[in-house]
């Protein structure tokens, strides 16, 4: 996203009521304009949620960023897909654990995740099979003792979150001739009670470019929101509109958000 796209975001925080910001990416402390848009977002009294990895915390560069995280009181939501060194690595190379864990105690040193302390520090858990992830209170409970035991860690909560069938998860399900079965999982497990709770009926997701989606699944398949009676919209479209009540994108993948404990950018529905 460039400084122009920033801007815009940041005019539309100014014009609209929307009280909290989550930053995603990739890697999204990467850009340039991270620190800036954290600052002015933070001026406006809208709270900032960094979705990170949190093995950039000790990358060179990016050793300031607890620091950083603290001093704006950014909510931090720290992907860490198992407590278990090995299932880490394997999932996303060779040493990534280690960093993660020097990464979570680096927040911790500077108070996330403690009780008593405003600095809310949450981790993401995602099965990496095509299986609906364990309930999030007795993972959770996993979590904090193995992280506390073995390294001294604390946090807040644990999210679980269902995986996509969709990008590189989903080319590995059709590799694999698991695709079908997995959706047919997603299917079956379908709660009609996580309709009302799911993420795309209170955010909008934009794109690099400033482009608008009902979430962040539908924007990595393409699926504008269908807001406007355009074919997409950009947030700077939206400066004097009001999106409540419009239509939602779905699709197949949608049974991802809907299956079992259901699942959403803050955690399972229920």
């Known amino acids: 996203m460039d400084a122009g796209t920033i801007d815009v975001v940041v005019e539309y925080l100014e014009r609209s009521e929307i009280k909290i910001l989550d930053l995603t990416g990739g890697s999204p402390e990467m850009n340039p304009e991270f620190r800036r ?124 979150l269902a995986n996509m069938p969709i990008n590189r998860f989903g080319a590995r399900l059709l590799a694999k001739n698991e695709y079908y079965d997995y959706m047919a999982l997603l299917r079956n497990s379908f709660s009609a009670e996580n309709l009302d709770t799911v993420m795309c009926r209170n955010l909008i997701s934009v794109d690099y470019q400033g482009y608008v989606y009902d979430c962040d699944f539908n924007q990595m398949l393409a699926m504008p929101a269908l807001l406007n009676d355009k074919p997409r919209s950009h947030l700077a479209d939206l400066m004097s509109s009001n999106i409540e009540g419009s239509l939602v994108a779905i699709g197949e993948h949608c049974y991802g958000c809907t299956a079992g404990q259901g699942s959403s950018c803050g955690s399972a529905l229920n």
């Not at 950039?56 to 407590?83: D, H, K, R, T």
């Not at 993660?100 to 009780?115: D, H, P, R, T």
């Open 37 to 160: 848009l954290v600052e002015q977002a933070r001026q406006l009294d809208v709270t900032v949620m960094d979705r990170c990895n949190p093995a950039i915390l000790v990358e060179p560069g990016y050793e300031y960023l607890a620091e950083f995280f603290a001093e704006n009181q950014l909510v931090v939501i720290a992907s860490l897909p198992c407590y278990q060194e090995q299932n880490v690595d394997r999932q996303r190379g060779k040493g990534v654990y280690r960093k993660s864990i020097a990464g979570l105690l680096k927040l911790n040193n500077v108070g996330y995740g403690k009780k008593g302390q405003e600095l809310a520090l949450n981790l993401v858990y995602n099965p990496d099979d095509p299986i609906l992830p364990l309930k999030q209170a007795a993972l959770q409970e996993d979590y904090k003792r193995e992280l506390f035991d073995n390294h001294g860690i604390v946090f807040n909560e644990l999210y679980t």
